[in-house]
C-alpha cells in the first residue's frame, strides 16, 4: 500500500547547501561557471546523488544530464529541471533550486512507493546562464533542436576557450543523441528572481511566460590619441561613445515603458589607460520585453542611433547578435493546473511572466511546459546575497510534486494531459 509522497524540506536544504559549497566566494555566493573545474565538481556531486537513488543517468552530446524513475523506462517523462552553472557572482539557489527539488520530488515517489503512468525525470542544462559562452540557455536550446551540436562545440568563451574542448576536459561529452526526445511534460521550479511576489506576500508564481530576449556585442572603433593634447572637437572617441550607448539603453527603455527593460552590462575599453583616449569600446546590449513587437523597435532603435553615434563622433561601430529568443507563453493547461495546485495546499498565487530567461522557455518549442515561482528576498539575484526563505523553498517543492504527480498520473489517476483539453 503506498503513502501519499511528501517532499523533506530539510533534506532539500541540505543538498542546496552541499552543492552550495562548491565554487562558494565571500558573502554566501557561488562562482560556478559552465564548464570550468568548479561546474565539474558540481555536476559530479549532483550525478553522485542521482546514482544514489538508483535512477538511470543519461548524458548527451552537449552535457545535458538527465536522470529517469524507473530506471528501465524509455518513454516520455515528465522532465523537471533547471541548471547547476551560476554568473561569476551568483546566489545559491538560481538554478540550482529546480534541479535538487525535482531531485527531491523523484526521491519522496520512490519512498512513498507511488507509480506513476509517465516517468519521472530530472535534468540540468548545460550553459544556462550564457556567462561563459553564449548564448544563454544553450544546452536546452541544442536540447530541443534549436542549435547543432557541432555549433555548439565550436562557441568561443569570453576567456577563449572552445566549449567542445571544455567538455571534454571536464569529462561531460556524452552519447545520447541532440535533439532529444520531447518530454510529456517540463515543468521547472524556479525564484523569481524580482521583487513582485514577496511585495505582494504572495507565496507561489503561476509562471504565464518568459520575455523575448536580445543581446547584442557592440564594437565601437575609434582612435588612440593623447588625452591631455588632443582638443574635444578633434576626438574619436571609443570611450565617450560606448558611455553615450549606454545612457541612450537607459532612457530608451524609459521612453518605451514597462515591461521594457534595457542592461548595459559589459564595457570593454582598449587601451583601458587614464591618459589615453579610447581607441576601442566593445559592450553589451540586453533588451527585453513581452510584445516582440516592441522589443523589434527597440532593437531597431539602437540601429538607428548607433548610425547617427558613428557619424557624429567619426568612429566606426559593428554590432554582432549574441541572442535572440521571441517572447513564449506557457501552456495554459499547466499555468492553471500549478495555480489550481497552490490554491488547494492554501497557498496565496499570483499569475505572473518570468523577467529572467530559463531553460523552461526551450522545452516549451517541443512538449507542454511550464514554471513555478518561489519568492526572492528584497527580489535579489545573480548576487551572493541571493536567498528564498526555507518555508517559501518548502512550499514551492510540495506544488511542484502535486503538479507532476498530476501531470505523470498516479496508477489510480489518468495524468492531466492525456485528459481532454479545456474548451
Given at each position: 500500500m503506498s503513502e501519499r509522497p511528501a517532499v523533506d524540506v530539510d533534506r532539500l536544504l541540505g543538498r542546496l547547501a552541499a552543492l552550495g559549497e562548491i565554487g562558494a566566494i565571500d558573502g554566501g555566493g557561488v562562482c560556478r561557471l559552465a564548464l570550468t573545474d568548479a561546474d565539474r565538481e558540481g555536476r559530479d556531486l549532483v550525478v553522485t546523488w542521482m546514482h544514489d537513488l538508483g535512477l538511470r543517468v543519461d548524458v548527451d552530446g552537449i552535457g545535458n544530464v538527465t536522470a529517469t524513475w524507473p530506471p528501465d523506462r524509455l518513454d516520455p517523462p515528465v522532465l523537471m529541471g533547471s541548471h547547476i552553472d551560476t554568473v561569476a557572482t551568483g546566489g545559491r539557489y538560481d538554478g540550482?533550486?529546480?534541479?535538487?527539488?525535482?531531485?527531491?520530488?523523484?526521491?519522496?515517489?520512490?519512498?512513498?512507493?507511488?507509480?506513476?503512468?509517465?516517468?519521472?525525470?530530472?535534468?540540468?542544462?548545460?550553459?544556462?546562464?550564457?556567462?561563459?559562452?553564449?548564448?544563454?540557455?544553450?544546452?536546452?536550446?541544442?536540447?530541443?533542436?534549436?542549435?547543432?551540436?557541432?555549433?555548439?562545440?565550436?562557441?568561443?568563451?569570453?576567456?577563449?576557450?572552445?566549449?567542445?574542448?571544455?567538455?571534454?576536459?571536464?569529462?561531460?561529452?556524452?552519447?545520447?543523441?541532440?535533439?532529444?526526445?520531447?518530454?510529456?511534460?517540463?515543468?521547472?521550479?524556479?525564484?523569481?528572481?524580482?521583487?513582485?511576489?514577496?511585495?505582494?506576500?504572495?507565496?507561489?508564481?503561476?509562471?504565464?511566460?518568459?520575455?523575448?530576449?536580445?543581446?547584442?556585442?557592440?564594437?565601437?572603433?575609434?582612435?588612440?590619441?593623447?588625452?591631455?593634447?588632443?582638443?574635444?572637437?578633434?576626438?574619436h572617441d571609443a570611450g565617450w561613445a560606448a558611455a553615450r550607448l549606454a545612457t541612450f539603453v537607459r532612457e530608451l527603455a524609459l521612453d518605451l515603458g514597462d515591461p521594457q527593460v534595457g542592461t548595459v552590462g559589459r564595457i570593454d575599453l582598449h587601451p583601458d589607460l587614464v591618459n589615453v583616449i579610447a581607441a576601442r569600446a566593445v559592450l553589451t546590449v540586453d533588451l527585453r520585453n513581452t510584445d516582440d513587437a516592441v522589443l523589434g523597435e527597440a532593437e531597431r532603435r539602437v540601429d538607428t542611433f548607433c548610425d547617427e553615434l558613428a557619424a557624429a563622433e567619426g568612429v566606426t561601430i559593428t554590432r554582432r547578435e549574441l541572442a535572440r529568443f521571441e517572447p513564449v507563453e506557457f501552456d495554459p493547461r499547466i499555468v492553471d493546473l500549478v495555480e489550481e495546485v497552490a490554491v488547494a495546499h492554501g497557498r496565496t498565487v499570483k499569475r505572473l511572466p518570468s523577467g529572467a530567461g530559463h531553460d523552461a522557455q526551450m522545452l516549451a518549442r517541443v512538449c507542454p511546459a511550464g514554471m513555478v515561482f518561489t519568492p526572492s528576498v528584497a527580489g535579489i539575484s545573480h548576487n551572493p546575497a541571493e536567498r528564498t526563505e526555507p518555508n517559501d523553498i518548502g512550499a514551492g517543492a510540495g506544488v511542484l510534486l502535486d503538479v507532476v504527480l498530476r501531470l505523470a498520473g498516479a496508477v489510480e489517476q489518468p495524468p492531466y494531459l492525456d485528459e481532454a483539453p479545456p474548451a
Open positions: 540550482n533550486l529546480g534541479v535538487l527539488a525535482g531531485l527531491e520530488v523523484i526521491e519522496a515517489v520512490i519512498a512513498a512507493g507511488v507509480a506513476t503512468t509517465h516517468p519521472l525525470a530530472v535534468a540540468f542544462f548545460t550553459n544556462e546562464e550564457g556567462s561563459r559562452f553564449a548564448p544563454d540557455m544553450l544546452g536546452s536550446l541544442v536540447h530541443v533542436g534549436g542549435l547543432d551540436v557541432e555549433t555548439a562545440h565550436d562557441t568561443i568563451a569570453v576567456d577563449g576557450a572552445r566549449l567542445g574542448d571544455e567538455l571534454a576536459r571536464v569529462g561531460y561529452v556524452g552519447t545520447q543523441p541532440t535533439p532529444a526526445a520531447a518530454p510529456h511534460a517540463y515543468v521547472e521550479l524556479h525564484i523569481e528572481q524580482g521583487p513582485v511576489l514577496e511585495a505582494e506576500g504572495i507565496t507561489i508564481g503561476a509562471v504565464t511566460g518568459v520575455q523575448g530576449i536580445s543581446w547584442q556585442e557592440v564594437t565601437i572603433t575609434g582612435q588612440a590619441n593623447h588625452a591631455g593634447t588632443t582638443p574635444m572637437g578633434l576626438r
